[in-house]
């Protein structure tokens, strides 16, 4: 499977933009579908992450950096997960990648790029000042 991450681009700080990641495979269901950025010259960070299926799907996941002006949502029809990214700040700059875990988290939640097993290729946000 192929995960397809679009909608970056270059927006001025205090402005919105809304993130697609689609899976290429129809019948591929993870089990947490995550939103990381990486910054030049920073570690990739957890940004949200939304439960896919099984037990708690749905449910949420939203780092400090981005909590109370994100949303993370899933279509599950059209194998796609959103990110919604208001009131954007410089910081906020990134390359934005979405990742599938396939299994169910082993105790603490998986908010590391390692919990997760498939990744797209990334879209670039620039926020300018």
């Known amino acids: 499977v192929q995960l397809q991450a679009s909608g970056g681009g270059l927006v001025q700080a205090g402005g919105s933009l809304n993130l697609s990641c689609v899976a290429s495979?129809?019948?591929?269901?993870?089990?947490?579908m995550g939103w990381f950025r990486q910054a030049p010259g920073k570690e990739r960070e957890i940004v949200a992450s939304?439960?896919?299926?099984?037990?708690?799907?749905?449910?949420?996941y939203y780092a400090d950096s981005v909590k109370g002006r994100s949303t993370v949502s899933s279509d599950n029809a059209k194998n796609t997960v959103y990110l919604q990214l208001n009131s954007l700040k410089p910081e906020d700059t990134a390359i934005y990648h979405c990742?599938?875990?396939?299994?169910?988290?082993?105790?603490?939640?998986?908010?590391?790029?390692?919990?997760?097993?498939?990744w797209g290729q990334g879209t670039l946000v620039t926020v300018s000042s």
């Open positions: 939304i439960t896919w299926s099984g037990w708690g799907a749905g449910s949420t």
């Open positions: 495979e129809r019948t591929f269901s993870p089990y947490i």
């Open positions: 990742a599938a875990r396939i299994s169910p988290p082993r105790g603490r939640s998986p908010i590391m790029p390692a919990d997760y097993h498939v």
